[in-house]
């Protein structure tokens, strides 16, 4: 399949400004294959670590990269020691749009090591603080150095042999259940009225991605991205209220219980978009830019993306009092996003139900915020002013 350039596709003021067989196909598979690598275990008394990166050579021979530098810091007042947290680590390598090319952090006084959580690869570094440094503030900086580019799959064009295939054990894999969104039940039922005499797994995703587009509705009022409860979703009736967790999280379980391989990618915006949607971006400080993604998987076509979400976002946010779903925009948005991405957000992983190293808590729904632990119990991951973290980005290259 040959790869057209994303940026065909954009939105003015003036409209769409896009061709119709653009609007209705873009692009060529790019699939995600498992993260590369297990991460070493650093020495307990280490205060500071990298992690090897993956290797540049693909990105200086090939089009249409960019490189990003995210930078985490943590300060948290002395009296919080002794204390713990938990910082996400970008994806090695996704598929053929992502890299991470460094990985480096520094705690003063903290015992670290780079760590993965069970199940899903979920790669995150762990800071110990036993104690406050002299009394001083407890600091700590997390940065990677990551390549990405836009996505996009010719959903027009026929299946293909050359296609890459994924492990019949991942794609097992991302059948399975999770706490937060089983495959059985009202899930399983709402999945099959939906796909109800359609044969092949494209045609159900789309009729899945399309369903889902009706029938949510994104809610500002919803802290963070939501947390994915799925069932509750669907137990409302009506348009069913969420966010990129809840609306993305819905099409991976419905996706599942139909039988299609179907997963997240948890992760962060990292620049403004190219495409002219004032909405699905952000630049400089992201502590707040955190965005799940979705995607199914069809044989002759491999990893696809879909984004409802960002549907109802653009529908939601990008003119003030909201857009109706005729808007021009809206509908660009919709056509886009089953079947491409802009390559202005960073994986971190595909994980759920992610129990943290060290940790006596339950495990967290997904990994896609700082996490930690203090003596005076467990900070608030989804407010970065009282946790104590801010993350930024940079383009570099």
């Known amino acids: 399949m040959q790869r057209q350039p994303l940026g065909k596709f954009r939105v003015s003021n003036k409209g769409i400004i896009m061709d119709r067989r653009n609007f209705l196909r873009l692009g060529a598979a790019l699939p995600v294959s498992g993260m590369a ?6 020495a307990a008394q280490s205060a500071s670590g990298s992690l090897p990166g993956a290797s540049a050579k693909d990105i200086q021979s ?6 990003y530098e995210m930078t985490t810091e943590v300060t948290l007042p002395p009296a919080a020691a002794p204390a713990r947290v938990w910082l996400p680590v970008t994806a090695q390598q996704v598929g053929d749009y992502q890299r991470t090319l460094a990985t480096e952090w520094n705690a003063p006084g903290a015992h670290t090591r780079a760590a993965t959580a069970d199940g899903y690869d979920v790669r ?28 996009d799959v010719d959903l027009g064009a026929a299946p293909s042999a050359r296609a890459p295939r994924e492990s019949a054990a991942t794609l097992r894999e991302y059948l399975r259940p999770t706490a937060l969104m089983p495959t059985d039940g009202i899930v399983r039922d709402t999945a099959l009225k939906i796909t109800a005499g359609l044969d092949d797994d494209m045609t159900r995703a789309r009729a899945i991605y399309q369903w889902v587009v009706d029938n949510t509705c994104r809610d500002a009022s919803v802290r963070g991205c939501g947390t994915g409860d799925v069932v509750t979703m669907l137990k409302t009736g009506g348009l069913m209220n969420g966010k990129c967790a809840d609306i993305n999280g819905l099409f991976v379980a419905l996706a599942r219980a139909a039988g299609i ?10 620049d ?4 002219g949607f004032k909405s699905l971006g952000k630049a400089g400080d992201i502590s707040k830019a955190q965005h799940c993604r979705s995607e199914f998987y069809a044989a002759g076509y491999g990893w696809i993306p879909a984004d409802p979400a960002d549907v109802r976002k653009v529908a939601l946010e990008e003119s003030p009092g909201g857009l109706p779903m005729t808007d021009s925009k809206v509908r660009a948005a919709r056509a886009m996003l089953l079947g491409a991405w802009e390559g202005n957000w960073v994986a971190y992983n595909h994980g759920h139900d992610v129990a943290l190293p060290g940790s006596h808590a339950a495990p967290v729904p997904f990994l896609m915020y700082p996490n930690g632990q203090t003596v005076a119990g467990t900070l608030d991951s989804l407010d970065p002013d009282k946790f104590g973290y801010r993350i930024t980005s940079k383009r570099i290259a």
């Open 124 to 151: 995150m570094v762990a800071i110990d603080w036993p104690s406050a440094p002299d009394g001083a503030p407890l600091k700590a900086t997390l940065t990677n150095k990551v390549a990405i580019r836009d996505r």
């Open 261 to 270: 391989p179907a997963r997240d990618a948890y992760g962060v915006r990292v």
């Open 62 to 67: 090939a089009s249409g990269w960019r490189v």
């Open 272 to 275: 403004t978009s190219s495409l």
């Open 37 to 42: 690598g297990i991460l070493p275990a650093h």
